[in-house]
């Protein structure tokens, strides 16, 4: 995998961090990466 630095505002940070407190994910980055490849896949299903 490939580090990306991302600037997020402080509600969407809050947010993730929530997720993460919910033990819905391990962590931020797991949370991030999950939103980025549903978006992903939500895309390429639309673009089709």
Excluded: C, G
Aim: charged share 30%; aromatic share 6%.
């Amino acid at each position: 995998m490939k580090v990306v630095t991302v600037h997020l505002p402080e509600v969407y940070i809050e947010a993730i961090d929530q997720l993460v407190k919910k033990k819905l994910y391990p962590n931020r980055a797991e949370a991030i990466r999950m939103a980025v490849r549903d978006f992903i896949m939500e895309e390429a299903v639309t673009s089709e």
